[in-house]
């Protein structure tokens, strides 16, 4: 089955209810459930977390938040309910949530909704821990997917493919490997810059064309929270999932639980500077770094891109074919 | 266990960890997971809807709608996804998903919530069905709850009434016999008259105490695309689920299928007024109501406010105690 004819916002009414929608509807109804039924079986307990917020529901990137007028105060619609499940952290060992993520990007392209589902974990624990659950949710995802529609997989020729993600462990590099692994090809940076979606895509073809997680990335390229290394401080302890055909879909971290520290990195980070231009200070974020100051306790947490997930399991280009109503900056429903 | 100090929006930084917290999330994960595996056994397709959309997502009162700027597009946070649920009907036997309902009221009070989890189904099929579900999926929410945490239920004084709902089917009376039980008392209104909570609290009480569907409201103050009644002209084919304690939780109703009827009917609603007034026109509706026109398929659908359900369920007197970040006019996290 072709499903080319979703690689674009144009007249989606007229294609909502066909064929092609009716097994990308099916596929993404077992990805959801494989997410809901294994993190629920995991000992994730559902929280609510707000999606109209302060600056705290942003992510690095606060050039692309959406402002809305909430009565006088300046709110945003929240890229990210972290910060909120973070502050859960004392009371509960796992907790997840889902939103819906958005990001005022002004490009339409094959890569980037303006809105996409975004399911959040939180835990105590580390970075292995994190990276364990992330894989094993990813894979009940698949594996409901398989499960339940294996006829409609294999009519995109995507059976094998998806079945030996399930069965093998997910490939595993660091940043600094991935530098070097990017040497002396046309994709080579230099150690500090980040990882662009075709660089990412090499490194998957060199990992074994399955999911690959890249570990502890430069800390100026990363959210002010993760928790830097004890063994080399220009690294923090993170990982970005990246999935074979829609790159990054995971951001995950261990959160910097020593506040001396966080407030420094929040003062040093890139997100603060544009922040500061506009006004904000460290008592925006007085609330979550007081909560780190009361309870120190060793947690990690990632977001789960619904959307980059779904389009590796269909095995497209084009974000726009994972979701009936695909927000761009140029198209409304 | 008093529940009491969450009937504020303040400070609430220094609750969410305490053990009357704990109890609350605790809850609410049951709930959660009591209606997410309940409709997926029953059948029901999860499908993703926009929640950034133009006038398409506002339920009646659209002078409550958020507007938010889409790179000039007139945008606004959806209060309901149904019309994006329904384009999905002609493809699918039964739908649900989970958004998160935006209302602009500048009210704070213990029944109004700014933004609250609304679960959204929508089937093929005839009124009486989907009260059948929302009965089911209500009674799979407290069963769960009921199943996990039978002492916290305890502590709070709520098992035996809970118990018994879930036990009993729930009460049912049309509108016109609503009229009819408040007449001659404090609570009388006039045919025609919305119900107050009031006078709903009252009519639940007359009622066994327990969950009731009011039915068949007058046609002049429900949406525009409720279905007539085909005996009596002057009531829609919709029912509100009132719940104990926290009131109208559900609204549901056939849906209109006869396009003639259905364009009439946006003409003359309410809420088209209201829109002619800021210049939106039946252009604005049109791929809602061309789907109508080319698949006058007979379906009926609901949303349930999640925090009702669960106000009912603690069987507190405040809504603010449902949810960790409660949000209203003046506040944000």
Redesign the interface.
């Known amino acids: 089955m072709d499903l080319t004819k979703f690689n674009t916002t144009k007249n989606r009414?007229d294609i909502?209810?066909g064929e092609e929608?009716?097994l990308i509807?099916?596929i993404?109804?077992s990805l959801?459930?494989g997410a809901?039924q294994h993190l629920?079986m995991a000992g994730f307990?559902?929280?609510?977390?707000?999606?109209?917020?302060?600056i705290?529901g942003a992510c690095e990137n606060v050039d692309t938040l959406?402002?809305?007028?909430?009565?006088g105060?300046e709110?945003y619609?929240a890229q990210t309910g972290q910060l909120?499940l973070e502050?859960?952290i004392?009371?509960?060992e796992k907790l997840w949530t889902?939103?819906?993520s958005?990001r005022?990007e002004?490009r339409p392209d094959s890569r980037h909704l303006?809105?996409f589902?975004l399911i959040e974990l939180e835990h105590k624990g580390a970075l292995k821990d994190i990276l364990m659950n992330i894989e094993g949710t990813v894979k009940a995802m698949i594996k409901q997917a398989l499960l339940e529609h294996k006829d409609a997989l294999e009519s995109l020729g995507r059976l094998d493919e998806l079945k030996r993600w399930v069965k093998e462990p997910f490939a595993r590099i660091t940043y600094t490997q991935a530098v070097e692994l990017l040497k002396g090809t046309e994709h080579e940076i230099e150690w500090g810059d980040d990882l662009s979606s075709a660089q990412e895509q090499y490194l998957v073809k060199k990992k074994g064309n399955k999911p690959l997680f890249i570990s502890h990335f430069p800390k100026a390229i990363k959210f002010f929270n993760m928790k830097g290394n004890l063994k080399d401080d220009k690294v923090v302890n993170s990982a970005d999932l990246i999935m074979p055909y829609s790159g990054e879909s995971t951001g995950a971290a261990e959160r910097e639980n020593d506040y001396e520290k966080l407030v420094e990195r929040l003062k040093q980070s890139n997100m603060f500077r544009m922040l500061s231009k506009r006004g904000k200070t460290v008592e925006d974020f007085r609330?979550y770094l007081?909560?780190v100051r009361k309870?120190p306790i060793l947690h990690s947490g990632c977001g789960i891109g619904f959307s980059r997930i779904s389009q590796s399991v269909l095995g497209t280009s084009d974000i726009r074919t994972t979701?009936?109503?695909p927000?761009q900056?140029?198209v409304?429903?």
Do not use: G
Not at 45 to 54: G, Q
Not at 66 to 71: A, K, L, S
């Open positions: 009414f909502i209810n929608a009716k509807d099916n993404n109804d959801m459930w809901m629920r307990k559902w929280v609510e977390v707000p999606t109209l917020t302060k705290t959406y402002h809305v007028n909430h009565f105060q709110a619609l909120y502050a859960k004392p009371l509960h889902i939103i819906v958005s005022a002004d303006n809105q589902q609330d007081e909560m309870n979701t009936n109503y927000i900056c140029d409304l429903y």
